[in-house]
């Protein structure tokens, strides 16, 4: 073993280990602000980019006390960073996977550099020959404690419907059980309103106990479903989301995020679904079961008794009551209107909001502005 006063490293290697350490630093100190204000993490930053952090300080760490160990644990950080990336966006893999193996050969590349026509790296080699068993031990012991960590953390499984859902999930963010990755294996979600079906690698999102399948699952056609809500059958392409059994007393789904433009018929009449809300089936309700936030395609619609709406400039929510199969129109927004003109009337009236029967039926009230 080197005699202390024989430990000597170039200033560039020593800058570059303690910038490093500060930087990682500072990435932990967001994350943890993050999580005590109740967040994910500041700058969207996750538990995975926090566990990396911290490896990459000890791994420094390490280094600055002479340890070959710490170069390991830095090196497997980057790869491991660079290997859940990739995953994630799949469309860029090959660049991501250099970007890693590039920061890797610049780790190595800066222990490389010479004092006394010695690099930090043969000195380190030294001090591991000297030290075989206990760096082993370590070896060991940090990587063993890193695998359960992640394995832990980015092969999250959820039961749904009977289904034991697994998903390889490199994004886990902050304090909420939030999880975003693909899902490892073919299921079909036997809902009450219809089948979701599921094929490997199709992305979703697990977050505080909800399931969520995004649009573009869809419309790759890595998921597809088969839901009828009150009657309506939604478009394909749309976000679902499913709670798990058996969080409630039974099943049920909801349906989110239609894409722009996309229309679809409500018992013949087209409507807009409005993109920026969501459709909701609410369980908790005791009169509303659905909130179907729309527009219209047309100028005009007709009720079943002749009821005439000027419907061109509404923005609002078709709403399904309860048990008495009532709908309502709802007006939402200073710019949103609904006109009405009742059989026998010579006028348009202007309400916020109409109750009729099911189906476009008969004109039941309304409510009139305040």
């Not at 005009?300 to 419907?311: H, K, P, R």
Request: hydrophobic share 50%.
């Amino acid at each position: 073993m080197e005699a202390d006063g024989e430990r000597k490293r170039h200033l560039i290697v020593t800058v570059w280990l303690w910038l490093s350490i500060l930087a990682n630093a500072v990435v932990v100190c967001l994350v943890a602000l993050g999580y005590f204000l109740g967040g994910v993490g500041d700058f969207g930053l996750g538990r995975l980019e926090l566990l990396f952090s911290i490896a990459v300080i000890t791994g420094n760490a390490l280094l600055l006390n002479w340890k070959i160990i710490g170069f390991f644990i830095g090196a497997a950080a980057v790869a491991f960073s660079s290997f859940f990336m990739a995953a994630d966006t799949m469309t860029r893999t090959a660049p991501v996977i250099l970007v890693g193996a590039l920061t890797i050969l610049i780790y190595f590349g800066f222990l490389c550099i010479r004092k006394n026509g010695v690099s930090v790296w043969r000195r380190l080699i030294n001090e591991a020959k000297a030290r075989k068993r206990r760096t082993v031990i370590c070896f060991a012991a940090v990587f063993g404690s890193a695998l359960i960590v992640i394995l832990a953390t980015i092969f999250p499984a959820k039961s749904m419907y009977g289904n034991v859902i697994v998903m390889f999930a490199p994004e886990r963010m902050v304090r909420l059980e939030h999880y975003r990755g693909r899902v490892l294996g073919r299921h079909v979600l036997i809902t009450e309103h219809g089948e979701i079906r599921i094929e490997p690698f199709a992305e979703a999102i697990l977050d505080r106990g909800q399931f969520w399948i995004p649009r573009e699952s869809f419309e790759s056609g890595l998921a597809s479903h088969s839901l009828v809500v009150e009657g309506i059958r939604m478009p394909e392409n749309l976000c679902v989301w499913i709670w798990p059994w058996p969080w409630f007393w039974r099943g049920q789904s909801e349906v989110s995020s239609m894409r722009t433009g996309e229309n679809f018929l409500v018992y013949g009449i087209p409507v807009v679904p409005d993109p920026w809300r969501a459709i909701m089936m609410d369980y908790y309700s005791a009169t509303v079961n659905l909130w179907l936030p729309i527009s219209f395609a047309d100028e005009y619609i007709a009720l079943a008794d002749s009821t005439q709406i000027y419907v061109r400039i509404f923005v609002g929510d078709l709403a399904v009551y309860r048990g008495c199969g009532h709908w309502a129109l709802r007006t939402r927004g200073r710019f949103s209107s609904l006109w009405v003109k009742r059989p026998g009337e010579d006028d348009f009236v202007k309400y916020e909001a109409i109750k009729f029967g099911q189906n476009w039926g008969d004109f039941i009230e309304g409510r009139l502005p305040e």
